[in-house]
C-alpha cells in the first residue's frame, strides 16, 4: 500500500488521480499538489465521496526544489509522479534525489527558454552530433543515470501513451513474437472530433511545439531529419477508418533506438485533419508558435504562450469529443527463420473515457498509463537504481495492467504495412 505525490493538475493528472482512486488497494494515500492549488482542492472533492484512497493537497512551484524537497520531506511519499510540464523534469528529479525518493514522468525534458545561451550551446552541438533538432530530448534525464543508481531509486521516464505504451508494446513484441525486429512504425491516431475548427488535445504549447518540429526518424542507428509535415501516408487505421498521417519526430524513437540497436528504421506518424493543419501553418506563418518573448506595450509576452491562452483548454474538450482514438506499433521481422508482421494497438473511445472520468480519450491514454507506471514502481515490479524508459523492464505486468485498467489492447497478425 503506497503513498504518491502527484505534481500538477491539468488535463493528464485528472485521469491520474481518477485511476489512482479507483486503485485504492495500491494507492492509499495520494497528495495532489501543483501551481494553482484550487484545482487540487477541487479533484480532490470530486474523487474523495468515491473512493477509500486519502486524498490531500498542497500548493508547490515545480521549479523550486528547495519546496519541493520540503514537500516531499513532509508528505513522505514513497514515488513522485510528475504530471505537470516537461519544464519541471529536472527540478523535479532533483528533488527527488535529495529527499530520497522514487521518480516517474510522461514526457521527457525541453526547457521553457528555448533562448538560454547556455541551453542553446549545449542544443546546438547535440544537433551536429545526433541530426535532430527537437528541443525535447533524452540526454538531460539520462545524465542522472549515476545519481539514481548511486541513490538506489528508480526513474521511470515517459510512462504515457506514446511515450509509455509504444515502447511497452515494443519490449512485448520482442519478448513474446519476434526473434529479431527490422522495423516499428509508431502510429497514433485520433479519429476525435471536439467541432473546434482548432483546438490541441493536450498543453497547446508542448503539443504546437512538438508538432511544428522538423520530423525525423531513424535509420540504421543514424537519424533521418525531414522538414515538418513533409512526409505523409493514408492509414486504414481499425475502428476509426481512413485517415492521413505524418511522420513527425517522437520521443520514444530515441530510447528504441538506444536500446533495441538491432532494429533497422522506426518511424512515428501522427493523423491530422486539414483543418488542423492549415490553422498551424498559418499561426507558424505569423510567429504565433514562437518561444522567443517581444515585447508588447510595455510587457514581455511570449507568442505561443498568448495563444495557449486564446485556445480552448484541453480539459474543457471532454463533454464536446465524439470518436475514437487508436495508437499502437507495428513491426517487422523474424521468428524461427520466417518473415513476420505484427501489429498491437489500443482503441479508447472519447465518449467512454468521458463517461468513466470525465476527460477525453487523449487525457485518458495519457492518464492511465501515468497510474500504471506510477503502481509498477511503488509495488516493486519495476524497479531498479537508475534512469529508465518503458521498454527497460518485463513487459508482462505492464500489459496486464493495461487490460485491467481501461485501455486494452489487440494483437493483429496479419497488419497492412505502412510503405
Ligand atoms: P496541462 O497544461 O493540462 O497541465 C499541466 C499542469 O502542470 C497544470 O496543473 C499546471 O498548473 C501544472 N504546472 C505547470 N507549471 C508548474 C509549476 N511550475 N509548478 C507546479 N505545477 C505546474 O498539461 P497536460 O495535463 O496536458 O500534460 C501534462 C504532461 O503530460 C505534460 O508533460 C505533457 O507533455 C505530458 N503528455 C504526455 C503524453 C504521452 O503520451 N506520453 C501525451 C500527452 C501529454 P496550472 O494549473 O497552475 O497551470
Not at 156 to 166: A, K, M, N, R, S
Not at 199 to 211: G, M
Not at 275 to 297: A, K, Q
Not at 352 to 360: F, L, N
Request: charged fraction near 25%; hydrophobic fraction near 40%.
Amino acid at each position: 500500500m503506497a503513498r504518491l505525490l502527484i505534481i500538477g493538475c491539468g488535463g493528464v493528472a485528472s485521469v491520474a488521480i481518477a485511476k489512482c482512486c479507483q486503485n485504492s488497494a495500491v494507492f492509499k494515500e495520494i497528495c495532489i499538489a501543483s501551481r494553482t492549488v484550487s484545482k487540487c482542492e477541487a479533484a480532490a472533492e470530486k474523487w474523495r465521496p468515491h473512493t477509500k484512497t486519502v486524498i490531500t493537497t498542497a500548493q508547490v512551484d515545480a521549479e523550486d526544489v528547495p519546496a519541493l524537497v520540503k514537500l516531499i520531506n513532509d508528505y513522505k511519499p514513497d514515488a513522485v509522479l510528475n504530471v505537470a510540464l516537461p519544464y519541471q523534469d529536472l527540478a523535479i528529479m532533483d528533488a527527488c534525489l535529495e529527499a530520497g525518493v522514487h521518480y516517474i514522468d510522461t514526457a521527457n525534458y525541453e526547457p521553457e527558454d528555448t533562448d538560454d545561451p547556455e541551453w542553446r550551446k549545449i542544443y546546438e552541438e547535440r544537433c551536429k552530433k545526433l541530426g535532430f533538432s527537437a528541443y525535447f530530448d533524452y540526454s538531460w534525464q539520462w545524465a542522472y543515470e549515476e545519481k539514481f543508481k548511486k541513490a538506489g531509486l528508480t526513474a521511470l521516464l515517459g510512462t504515457g501513451f506514446d511515450p509509455g505504451v509504444t515502447s511497452v508494446f515494443c519490449a512485448y513484441a520482442k519478448k513474446h513474437y519476434f526473434d529479431t525486429i527490422d522495423t516499428i512504425d509508431i502510429l497514433d491516431c485520433n479519429g476525435g472530433d471536439h467541432g473546434y475548427a482548432f483546438a490541441t488535445n493536450f498543453n497547446p504549447e508542448i503539443n504546437l511545439r512538438e508538432v511544428s518540429a522538423p520530423g525525423s526518424y531513424m535509420e540504421n542507428g543514424m537519424w533521418v531529419e525531414v522538414p515538418a509535415m513533409s512526409i505523409k501516408r493514408e492509414y486504414d487505421f481499425p475502428e476509426v477508418g481512413m485517415k492521413d498521417m505524418y511522420l513527425l519526430h517522437h520521443e520514444e524513437i530515441e530510447a528504441l533506438g538506444r536500446n533495441m540497436p538491432e532494429v533497422k528504421r522506426i518511424r512515428f506518424f501522427m493523423t491530422f485533419g486539414q483543418s488542423y493543419l492549415d490553422h498551424m501553418r498559418c499561426l507558424e506563418d505569423v510567429g504565433m508558435l514562437s518561444t522567443t518573448p517581444i515585447n508588447f506595450e510595455g510587457k514581455d509576452i511570449v507568442p505561443i504562450q498568448f495563444l495557449k491562452a486564446l485556445l480552448p483548454d484541453p480539459a474543457t474538450l471532454g463533454p464536446r469529443t465524439k470518436g475514437k482514438t487508436n495508437i499502437g506499433c507495428i513491426f517487422t521481422g523474424k521468428k524461427d527463420g520466417k518473415e513476420k508482421k505484427l501489429f498491437i494497438y489500443n482503441v479508447c473511445d472519447h465518449e467512454e473515457c468521458y463517461k468513466e472520468v470525465g476527460s477525453q480519450a487523449i487525457s485518458y491514454t495519457t492518464g492511465v498509463p501515468a497510474m500504471i507506471g506510477a503502481m509498477m514502481v511503488v509495488t516493486g515490479k519495476w524497479q531498479k537504481p537508475g534512469v529508465f524508459t518503458t521498454d527497460e523492464f518485463d513487459p508482462d505486468p505492464y500489459m496486464e495492467a493495461l487490460n485491467e485498467w481501461g485501455l486494452p489492447w489487440v494483437v493483429d497478425d496479419d497488419p497492412v504495412l505502412v510503405d
